[in-house]
């Protein structure tokens, strides 16, 4: 149980943010006293290394729409655990110690450093000599962006022995890990899973979606591929994500089955790398990627990329043939046979997008009627309004094709030819996506292969009268796999997505986004019994309950008796609320303060706004909605990361002036001409551990070349620039310059600069005021609070 020792001391620290002597302190002296304990109980077969390392950098990162980060003298703790005569390659084991500002971080990521510790002194008391080094990384600054890694990738010796690597996320809080992403290509990396992970969970789909940025989110994992070019494994609890980076993220909330059940996985994957002989040689096996797949959790399919691809279109082409056979069969009656099949299949796509349009439409009308989220809290409310909905249409256009368009025509005959109307379709979206070359394509082959199959086995009791109960087995017993694997998935899905619609931003509607999703998977679970609409003889009951269930449910959230958000001590599900003290600053070229403010900025984190919060505290309302300051950049708002495309509605509540005990410090050192009709401005700044830097080049002006990340300016989505700036204990001032190409005259200035300081922790972090407000709030809301300070200088 030392590994629940390891977590709870942890987080019984407190927030560790960035900067803090909770994160640079304690928990550092804490992990060096732990790591010391182990070391000195190692066995003579293993040589441990400690280092701390303290790094200062900057990079470019295309996450949230683009932005540049600087980091100076963060921490890392680096342990390495090698054979005594030492080992030329290394395998990495990656987690972060910091949290988010008021949270204990638990889950994120506190538990993953404990299951590192306990491994370390596993392994260390094994008289068996490991062949390879293993390297473990609590990293201090990833809740930063990912500052820390980038630090060690870039920067420490033994970060150039690294072949492979395992990093331990959280997007939830506790139950099972699951690998959602792998390689870049190198598929011995997954084969070591399979092999070796005792209670495996692992999906390409999820791999899939993570990758395409849907979800906004990102891992260390981007940056050991991008800046080390070194492949690896990301795994991250995401069970109960609706309290990931609350203050409810608390070590008694994760299961010790859970804590175990991570621990076996890893240790058992880092042993079989620090064994291989693949990891000395890995860019020999680095090319092709893979499709892997668990089976609900028992053992994990994995095959690569290419045999996939040929698997796939082999069963494409099957079943065309077998499409193409039916067409022609009677040769004389092909073009008829054909007519009907398309006919069928249009009606068949027919019915899904009439489905998708009209239960958007009930999202729509719901999130207008300010009842969006009631299924927050109660996810049954969304299956009973979006599910029935998306069920009942699809029965419907059915029905009326049935009554209008089939009305004289063979029920077996269109139970058989809806039939190959799904297997078309799901073909067809096999070679598309295929052909796009996704390994996601891989549950279209489920999908093709099974149900033809099926067919073949039974095509005898397609042709007989109604629907036989032998028919009915035969059928859902040939159905079962794709059917089982889709609703493990759909689990998978729904326990990933449903969280992240409290925390996507206030600008996408989160009902149509998981009414789309279910909406998804009804036409998924319904392409093979659509058939039967044709086969039984009527549906109208099914139709009728269906339909009678979604008028209730729709009545009722209209009513408002589904509350989204809850505080139940068991199982909160909380509104998260962002609150920032702020005085702004604004000053023309010369220096002089053109407009001043203050006051409490409050961002909600849902597309809800506060209009649940409002009858709580009732001087926050819509009349008090934030202006846009055109003239500068960001709209004159201090973000603490680019995410103002995400949140363009937020409230600003006039409140006296702050005045932080270690002000922010902004001077403009020199003033350089440079070749080319280019200007170079150099800054010193001195101020709080976090910092934001805003940069909007004036009209006909434009930011060439700066001293940050790799030289080239990279802008966020809008035009203007970001710099996150962060910091740990005792760093010197930041200095910085850019380069502007201007016009020679340019009498309205090159370029608009803000600067804010974020205080996270200390005396500064919250004022009076801030707390007062803060004690207002309802129970069933997050509410994070801190003070800032920011202003505007042209020049």
Known sequence: MSYRGYLDNITAIGPRTVGSPENEVLAVNYLLEQIRGIERESTDAHKISVDIQRPTGSFSIDFLGGFTSYYANITNVVVKLEPRDGAEHAVLSNCHFDSVPNTPGASDDAVSCAVMLEILNTLSKSSEALQHAVIFLFNGAEENILQASHGFITQHEWAKSIRAFINLEAAGVGGKELVFQTGPENPWLVQAYVVAAKHPFASVVAQEIFQSGIIPADTDFRIYRDFGNVPGIDLAFIENGYIYHTEYDTSDRILTDSIQRAGDNILAVLKYLATSEKLAKSFEYRHGNVVFFDILGLFVLAYPARVGTIMNYITAAVAFFYLSKKVLQPKPRAINNLKKLLTAFGITLTSWVCTLVAVLMVAMFVS??????????????SVSLYGTAAAAKLILVHMLAKKFFYKNVNEQYLGDVFFDASLMIWSIALAVMTQMGLCSAFICTLWVAFPLLTKLMIHKEFSQKGATIKFIVMYMLGMFVPYLYMLYLSWTVFEMFTPVMGRSGSEIPPDMVLAGFIVIFTMILSSYFINFIYLVKSTKTTLVTLTTVFVVTLILVCSGIFFPYS????????????????????????????????????????????SHITPHVPEINDTIRTPC??????????????VHFMFRKNWYLPAPEILPRSPIQFKLLSKQQMPWNSVRLSFEVSGPSHMSLYVRPRAGSALSRWSLGDGAPVASLGGDYFVFYSRGLQAAPW???????????????????????????????????????LERFPNWTFSSGWSLGSFTIST
């Open 735 to 773: 200095h910085f310059w850019v380069e502007l190409t201007a016009p020679e005259k340019h009498s309205d200035g090159i370029v608009s600069l803000a600067i804010a300081a974020h205080y996270f922790f200390g005396e500064d972090q919250k004022s009076p005021q801030l707390y007062a407000l």
């Open 567 to 610: 505080s139940d001590a068991a199982n909160p599900k909380p509104k998260r609320v962002f609150l920032q003290h702020t005085s702004r600053r604004f000053h023309d070229l010369d220096g002089n303060v053109v407009k001043s403010d203050s006051g409490i900025w409050i961002n909600g984190f849902d597309y809800n706004g506060i």
């Open 629 to 642: 300051e055109e003239q500068a950049p960001f709209c004159g708002l201090p973000w603490i990361l680019p």
């Open 368 to 381: 207008i009627i300010g009842r969006a989220l009631s299924w927050y809290t109660h996810f049954y409310v």
